[in-house]
């Protein structure tokens, strides 16, 4: 009886993995949540720059002269948030 039970189990184990492998191969689930991912990591900032810096339109021109503007915000950015954070420490 003991061997009857040990391989029910081994099914249900091996019907388990079966079914996680499929959720992970499956594309619509895999796409949710890379989605999932990359909307958490990139909005909110750009509207931080907007909303609490102003930042609304570069004031140069030139794509090397825009991308350091661009960094600037940024380390503005990220210095803003540093300060509060170490405050609340």
């Known amino acids: 009886m003991a061997a009857k039970e040990r391989l029910e189990a081994r099914k249900k184990e091996e019907a388990a993995a ?30 931080w720059m907007k909303r609490v810096l102003g930042f609304r339109q570069f004031s140069l021109r030139g794509r090397r002269k825009v991308a350091g503007e661009f960094d600037l915000t940024c380390v503005a950015l990220n210095l803003g948030r ?3 954070m170490i405050c609340w420490t």
Do not use: S, V
């Open 18 to 47: 079966r079914e996680r492998d499929r959720d992970e191969d499956d594309p619509p689930k895999r796409g949710r949540k890379r989605y999932k991912q990359r909307k958490h990591i990139a909005e909110p900032p750009f509207g």
């Open 82 to 84: 540093m300060g509060t």
